[in-house]
């Protein structure tokens, strides 16, 4: 099992920045890819930015220019840098890690969530 742990959300004004960070522990290994998702009220929860084992990036329209995903490999830890923050941005950020098993089955996990609130 793959257990992730999410910190650094909180409230900030718009134009400022946060960082996002995901710890990942347990069966870290096989993880293939983490990212991050977020869910604002009444809305679906959508792809913020991912990054695979290789290093390969991918955003959301929406955040590109704007959000960086690192990973700190050394430390099985993920980051999603955060400028230039807008109201629309508020939600709750999930941490999210895909790995596959001996069977070539893959596996979502996901962290709690942080909450993210960025005022006009």
């Known amino acids: 099992q793959v257990q992730l742990v999410e910190s650094g959300g909180g409230l900030v004004q718009a134009g400022g920045s946060l960082r996002l960070s995901c710890a990942a522990s347990?069966?870290?290994?096989?993880?293939?890819?983490m990212g991050w998702y977020r869910q604002a009220p009444g809305k679906q929860r959508e792809l913020v930015a991912g990054?695979?084992?290789?290093?390969?990036?991918n955003y959301a329209d929406s955040v590109k220019g704007r959000f960086t995903i690192s990973r700190d490999n050394a430390k099985n830890t993920v980051y999603l840098q955060m400028n230039s923050l807008e109201p629309e941005d508020t939600a709750v950020y999930y941490c999210?890690?895909?790995?596959?098993?001996?069977?070539?089955?893959?596996?979502?996990?996901w962290g709690q969530g942080t909450q993210v609130t960025v005022s006009p």
């Open positions: 347990g069966s870290i290994l096989r993880i293939n890819r």
């Open positions: 990054i695979t084992s290789g290093g390969t990036t």
């Open positions: 999210h890690a895909r790995d596959r098993d001996e069977r070539l089955v893959e596996w979502n996990h």
